[in-house]
């Protein structure tokens, strides 16, 4: 069975701290895995990533994924309150002949970020 | 730009109501359209996916049917909820099978 599992649950930090969160993953036809981050209502798209190795960078947050170890990292440097968020991993599998891939999410993170 | 829209934003209604969910998406064509539900804040539940009008695949069954009835409208419906519909709605929409998706305000739906 397909799984994307994220670590911690929840996670409470103050203002400046860097954080790192874990999304690891037991899928088939792996595509890529995507990052995304939701305050109050809709998750807003963070990253995708498809390579080993290679970081994904935005500002302050940035991402990588090991293809080899089945995980990617997900790290917020000096932190601010307007980080406080769930952020949510998602894979995308390849579907075959179909025109769909599936998007599977994990349970998110909950970060809360105190000034 | 494209837009996703979602109302209404927040609902509450009766055990064994009807429902209707809508869902557009303004600024591109033929997009893929998805329902999620998200339970208690935590990770999202794929509920339909449409890669055309017409064309609605159900991942997990359930009391709720999705229909399309035009290309960027996408809609969720009930005949008679249950308490366990509760939850909030997600629709989504991407441009093409593998890219990322991207997400409406959602509909909080509280079934009493």
């Known amino acids: 069975e397909d799984k994307v599992v994220q670590s911690p649950l929840s996670l409470v930090v103050h203002e400046g701290d860097t954080v790192t969160l874990n999304c690891s993953y037991e899928v088939t036809n792996f595509r890529s895995l995507l990052w995304y981050k939701q305050e109050k209502k809709a998750p807003t798209f963070l990253f995708m990533l498809t390579s080993s190795g290679i970081e994904k960078k935005s500002g302050r947050l940035s991402s990588i994924l090991d293809k080899k170890e089945l995980f990617s990292i997900l790290n917020i440097t000096a932190t601010q309150t307007g980080d406080s968020a769930i952020y949510l991993c998602a894979l995308h599998q390849n579907a075959g002949g179909t025109s769909y891939g599936k998007l599977t999410f994990g349970q998110g993170t909950i970060l809360t970020v105190h000034p | 730009s494209q837009t996703i829209h979602q109302w209404p934003a927040t609902l509450v209604q009766p055990v064994g109501s009807p429902l209707s969910l809508e869902c557009t998406v303004e600024g591109t064509s033929n997009p893929n359209l998805y329902w999620y539900r998200q339970a208690a804040g935590r990770g999202l539940q794929l509920l339909f996916y449409s890669v055309g009008i017409g064309q609605i695949s159900s991942e997990v069954p359930q009391n709720l049917s999705a229909s399309r009835p035009q290309d960027r409208q996408f809609i969720l419906s009930s005949k008679k909820l249950l308490l366990s519909d509760s939850g909030f709605y997600l629709c989504?929409?991407?441009?093409?099978?593998?890219?990322?998706?991207?997400f409406g305000p959602g509909t909080r739906l509280t079934v009493l």
């Open positions: 989504a929409w991407s441009s093409g099978r593998l890219n990322e998706q991207f």
